[in-house]
């Protein structure tokens, strides 16, 4: 079992930077793959970024390549979201999440989730 608890959001001009939380408690977090995913007022959830338990690897979504830098510290157990140029329409939820693979944390079953932090951008 894994509780994640994200911070760091909030309100932010366009253009400017963010650095999101994502602190686990549970054993083994050193063994999961981690993402954050985004949700936007109207829209379906969707992936932003995901690293391997190691750290070593790592998957962006095209809308956030060059922007979003992913990272972890598995002696602190906890991932972070660095978000720097940010724009408008990376307002939204962002979630935590927890899971098998790299390739596969976040969809179908087997994941734990935070209950997410609110960024805005202002334009």
């Known amino acids: 079992q894994v509780q994640l608890v994200e911070s760091g959001g909030g309100l932010v001009q366009a253009g400017g930077s963010l650095r999101l939380s994502c602190a686990a408690s549970?054993?083994?977090?050193?063994?999961?793959?981690m993402a954050w995913f985004r949700q936007a007022p109207g829209k379906e959830r969707e992936f932003v970024s995901a690293?391997?338990?190691?750290?070593?690897?790592?998957r962006y979504a095209d809308s956030v390549k060059g922007r979003f830098t992913i990272s972890r510290d598995n002696a602190k157990n906890t991932v972070y979201l660095q978000m720097n140029g940010l724009i408008p329409e990376d307002t939204a939820v962002y979630y935590c999440?927890?899971?098998?693979?790299?390739?596969?944390?976040?969809?179908?079953?087997?994941?734990?989730w935070g209950q997410g932090t609110q960024v805005t951008v202002s334009s």
């Open positions: 690293i391997s338990w190691s750290g070593g690897s790592t």
């Open positions: 549970g054993r083994h977090f050193s063994t999961y793959a």
């Open positions: 999440a927890a899971g098998v693979a790299l390739n596969t944390v976040g969809s179908g079953d087997n994941n734990y």
